[in-house]
Structures are given as C-alpha cells and as structure tokens.
C-alpha cells in the first residue's frame, strides 16, 4: 500500500510531532511519502506578499520552498526519513524500507499544473502527489479544533481547516482520504494495519 501523509504546517507547535514522525518512520513495511506543510515559514512568505504584493507564480514558488525548509527542518527531528525530490530518489528510498519525506520544489515545478494562488496549499499538493503517485490513501495530520472525523470536507474547508480547492481534487481521485489529529499518533499504526 502507498501512502501520502500531509503532516501539517500547524504541528510545528505541537509536542505530539516529534511523536508523529517517529510513528511514521518505523511503518517501514508501507510504502509511505510525507508531504511537509509550510507552517512558519510559509506565514513568512504571506507577509512579504502583504509587504511587496509579489508576483503570483513566484510567491507560490516561494511557498512551495517553504514546505521544503519545514521538510528539512523534520528530518533534522527524525533523521531515520529518507528526503526525497523526484520518483527516482523515492523508489530507492522505499528500497531501503525507509519512509520517504518530500522535498516538492522539484517535482511542482517540472509536473504540477495546479493554479499557482493563495487559494492552493501545501494541501492540495498533497493530493496532487498522490494522484501522481497513484497512492492508495491520502491522509492529513491536523491540530484543528473541527472533529476531523465527523467532518466532511466542504465543512472542513469552510472552517480554513484545509484549503478551498481541496474538495474539489479529492472528489475527482481514487484514493481513500483520512483526517487524524495531532494527538492520535499512537493511532496511526491501528489504521495503518486495518486498511
């Protein structure tokens, strides 16, 4: 089974990440790819566009680089996550059963299509990859106050829980989609084994 795991931005300030990423780098026995928010540092580049009114394409650039320095900033927590940029360095990380963490400034740029706005988050990105992947499951770590699991997705992006463009990329996918809270780490591993 494949994985993509969006371990949101917000968990920079929770105690239950260094939790979350070691859960996840000991479910070797799954293909798993993390996909990084862009927690503090993509509300640096929000700023600057406030400040400077960037270019679009570049300020979503930028956001996109900011996802990578929280990726990194993860595997400066957990260095048992293999970083990965293309298919190439993710095949041969699962290879080493180790669970990949995205880099996604490479592969966005050469392969995604997706509208370069505000509107588009490290979220949907998240569903991109694994469209591109053909990932069996898709889940988002969140630390939002919405009760992941009684939500439904418009609900969810009404609350800014996720963002708006979201909704509409799940309902076109195959994959199956799972909401956890920053708390349930401990959790993970009984989901990953009853799929």
């Not at 070797?28 to 566009?49: E, L, Y």
């Not at 406030?50 to 990578?68: E, G, R």
Request: proline letters at 3%; one cysteine or more; hydrophobic letters at 45%.
């Amino acid at each position: 089974m494949l994985w993509v795991i969006k371990v949101g931005g917000s968990l920079y300030k929770s105690e239950h990440l260094v939790e979350w990423l070691n859960t996840l780098s000991r479910c070797k026995s799954q293909q798993i790819v993390i996909v990084p928010g862009g927690g503090p540092f993509a509300d640096q580049v929000r700023s600057a566009d406030q400040q400077f009114n960037l270019d679009q394409a570049l300020a979503h650039n930028m956001a996109v680089l900011a996802m990578q320095q929280f990726g990194n900033l993860l595997a400066s927590l957990c260095p048992e996550l293999g970083l990965v940029s293309n298919k190439e360095q993710l095949n041969a990380c699962w290879e080493q059963t180790k669970v990949a963490l995205w880099e996604p400034y490479e592969m966005v740029t050469q392969y995604c299509d997706l509208a370069k706005t505000w509107d588009l988050t490290s979220d949907s990105l998240a569903a991109w990859l694994a469209t591109y992947l053909s990932a069996d499951h898709l889940m988002y770590v969140k630390s939002a106050d919405i009760t992941l699991t009684e939500a439904n997705v418009d609900e969810l992006a009404s609350h800014g829980c996720i963002d708006s463009i979201l909704p509409k990329l799940i309902s076109t996918m195959n994959t199956s989609v799972h909401f956890m809270h920053h708390t349930q780490a401990g959790e993970f591993e009984q989901r990953l084994n009853a799929c």
